[in-house]
């Protein structure tokens, strides 16, 4: 940085005040001539003068002094105030005694930032692992990803998961190497799913009178399916045996929902049937509908259902045992084929080629959504979006607050009998006997072609699928042809099998 002042060859005089040199605005043109043999002099005079003045002074003084800089003085004084304002303080919490400061900064990183912190410098490396941030990091996607929390369920690192530090917790140079190892087993089952790669599981339900199952629900540790034989079937989801038969329908198991307490089931015989899931008693039998009950969806102490009568009712469950009606909705001209619901609405789909979406609240109708071009057969509703399937062997996308059709999948051959979708996928299931997987990110991208929307198309089933469930490593089938099909795209053996194909084990039941 440069200072010129006047002064005389003969007889020097001291130089006048600092604030007259910036008195005047920025100087303009070339650059000033190089500075003669009194410049040190008068720097040691400027300093001497700027070292009395306050903080206050000082800052406003160099705020004129660089403005009447160039624009590569500028540049240079950037470059010489950079290293001055930066602040290694992960090194200089810990000194401080707050190393927990350091340690909660650092743990927001996501897994590659976590690595190249890692490698600045040797305190950082201590502050990385003394705070168990790889573990951190790990159960932080657990928490918030159900593809991380399935994962660790499956292959048991969850016991080393959310305990204080104790002598049963791996040091973190165990979290750095499993994350990876995790990475991997996500990239693997994505393929698996693109690829349709998969290991096959077959129950075969039949009995003596039976031939189909028309519906199911599975968690980690059973599959309850209600069939057309008038049962509903439990069985064990490891061993495939099953373990319990409930009887007390006269007429086939339409739809059925369980939780921890409770299995609801419905029927053409037109009750709706409680029972409880541990010892398979009827706990209450709702007479109300005059035709079969074709579907039904409860939560939160409210239960809907709809029937081939045409009407959807509304229900208050205080308990398994009270049971109310709540309100009747009338509005469709054609039995009334699915529902499903949460807060705000309860979107209802008919054979009168409709969907019609209603307040819960209020249970007043609000808008109807038009597009089909034949009966409605199944649909899923959540946030704004509803996914329906038809008989006009169409998928289509609506979001549910306007209205709009966003999306209308083709390629099935026959009626889409199930839906089902999660944040990435939709499957279906139709009559064709065929299970598709489509991209759902890509089907609501309007620039992405029909063409690569779906996915996969899986084939097994010899008969109509009626209804499915899936996860992210899984999904569960059953069909007109009397089994239930569990495709696993997370335990896949790929020794010698073409793709889209593997193994399949076969579990018959047969009543005795």
Not at 108 to 125: G, H, I, P, T, Y
Not at 385 to 399: A, E, F, K
Request: with cysteine; proline share 3%.
């Amino acid at each position: 940085m440069e200072f010129f002042f006047c002064c005389s060859a003969q007889s020097p005089v001291p130089p006048p005040p600092l604030h007259t040199y910036l008195t005047n605005g920025p100087v303009m043109g070339s650059r000033k001539r190089p500075s003669e043999g009194n410049y040190e002099k008068e720097k040691e005079h400027c300093i001497a003068l700027f070292d009395q003045w306050s903080e206050a002074d000082q800052v406003e003084f160099v705020e004129r002094l660089i403005s009447r800089m160039c624009h590569y003085q500028h540049g240079h004084i950037n470059s010489y105030l950079k290293p001055m304002l930066q602040r290694d303080f992960i090194t200089a919490l810990p000194a401080q005694g707050l190393d927990h400061i350091a340690e909660n900064i650092l743990s927001f990183l996501d897994a590659r930032s976590l690595c190249s912190a890692e490698l600045v410098c040797k305190e950082w490396q201590r502050v990385i692992s003394e705070g168990m941030l790889w573990k951190k990091l790990i159960e932080r996607m657990v928490r918030t990803d159900p593809l991380w929390k399935g994962l660790s369920e499956r292959h048991q690192w969850e016991k080393y998961l959310f305990k204080n530090r104790t002598s049963e917790v791996p040091p973190n140079s165990y979290y750095h190497s499993l994350y990876p190892k995790i990475i991997q087993d996500i990239e693997t089952i994505e393929a698996n799913w693109r690829c349709g790669r998969h290991n096959l599981q077959r129950i075969q339900c039949r009995s003596e009178n039976s031939k189909g199952v028309y519906c199911l629900q599975y968690d980690d540790d059973k599959i309850i399916s209600g069939l057309r034989d008038n049962s509903i079937k439990i069985w064990d989801k490891q061993t495939l045996e099953c373990l319990k038969i409930l009887t007390g329908h006269t007429g086939s198991v339409l739809c059925l929902q369980y939780d921890e307490r409770v299995i609801v089931t419905g029927s053409s015989d037109s009750t709706v049937r409680v029972w409880e899931v541990m010892t398979g008693e009827v706990l209450n039998t709702l007479i109300h509908h005059n035709e079969a009950v074709l579907h039904l969806r409860f939560a939160n102490g409210l239960m809907v259902t709809c029937s081939k009568d045409r009407s959807i009712a509304v229900w208050d469950m205080a308990s398994p045992t009270d049971i109310s009606l709540r309100r009747v909705l009338v509005g469709h001209r054609a039995a009334v084929n699915v529902v499903d619901f949460d807060d705000k609405y309860i979107v209802s789909a008919s054979g009168d080629r409709t969907i019609k979406v209603w307040s819960t609240s209020t249970c007043e109708f609000v808008r109807t959504l038009n597009g089909h071009k034949r009966g409605i057969a199944c649909l899923q509703y959540r946030d704004r979006l509803v996914v329906s399937g038809s008989s006009d062997n169409t998928i289509r996308l609506w979001d549910i607050e306007c209205g709009a059709c966003l999306r209308v999948l083709e390629g099935h051959e026959e009626l889409v009998r199930c839906i089902r979708f999660d944040n990435k996928r939709i499957v279906s299931g139709a009559y064709d006997g065929k299970i598709k997987v489509w991209d759902l990110q890509a089907a609501l991208d309007p620039r992405a072609p029909a063409s690569t929307l779906c996915l996969r198309t899986l084939v097994e089933h010899s008969g109509r699928v009626f209804r499915l469930q899936f996860d992210e490593f899984q999904i569960i089938s059953s069909s007109h042809d009397d089994t239930i099909l569990i495709w696993d795209f997370l335990n896949v053996s790929t020794n010698g099998q073409s793709e889209g194909r593997s193994p399949s084990r076969t579990y018959t039941y047969i009543s005795r």
